[in-house]
């Protein structure tokens, strides 16, 4: 599954537009006073300026075997975000070793290393190792309704979790995170989940507002 862009929210548009283009070094592709989109590998990811916003979740796959080489590199830009100590966090079951961060909304920022992925291995980490958005983070509290939803529009495999608290949706190109908020905390902070508007444009296009999937036609 494949995340063209993704469309969030901010109310620090200035500081995300610092975050992002300096302290990542993501390159700027639109800025003005109400968008700013940057490149993430073959993905777009945009902030949109908005009077209120609440805290997202989102992940970009990098090279296989690169989590090492990306903590290097992370930990002279960003503090990480550690679990149990770990600031590189083992998901045995997924093949696969992430790294976390806040960037400047708060949103929580996941860089993933999935093994299975059939990608060349890198030298050294820079920011143009980026794959793509590889994660977005859906608060609900009808998992299963919104799963039915967006697999009405293209069918949409179950990856990993249930439709109870947790259900990873997609592949390992990209997955929809649908966690129900009553029941979950963001991993691997415990911040409360809130419902947030966002916009995912690819293989599948929709709008996320107020807990409502709207599907648009948009490629």
């Known amino acids: 599954m494949k995340v063209k862009e993704l469309i969030l929210y901010t109310t620090n548009i200035e500081k995300q537009r610092s975050f992002y283009r300096d302290t990542l070094e993501f390159s700027l592709l639109a800025d003005s006073p109400v968008k700013i989109s940057f490149q993430a590998g073959s993905s777009v990811l945009s902030f949109v300026e908005a009077s209120t916003s609440k805290p997202y979740h989102f992940a970009f796959n990098i090279p296989p075997f690169s989590e090492n080489k990306a903590l290097t590199w992370l930990k002279e830009r960003v503090t990480l975000l550690p679990f149990e100590g770990e600031e590189i966090i083992d998901f045995s079951s997924w093949n696969a070793r992430a790294l976390y961060f806040y960037d400047a909304d708060r949103n929580i920022v996941e860089f993933i290393a999935r093994r299975n992925l059939n990608v060349d291995r890198i030298a050294d980490f820079q920011s143009t190792c980026v794959l793509h958005i590889s994660e977005v983070g859906i608060a609900t509290t009808e998992i299963e309704s919104i799963y039915f939803i967006l697999n009405k529009q293209k069918e949409l495999p179950v990856f ?18 649908l966690v129900n908020k009553d029941e979950k905390k963001w991993f691997p902070t415990g911040d409360d989940i809130a419902v947030t508007d966002l916009q995912v444009v690819g293989d599948y296009n929709f709008e996320y507002k107020n807990g409502i999937i709207l599907i648009s036609d948009k490629e």
Not at 160 to 177: R, V
Request: glycine share 16%; net charge negative.
């Open 160 to 177: 990993d979790g249930s439709f109870a608290k947790f259900c990873a949706a997609g592949d390992e190109e990209g997955l929809f995170i």
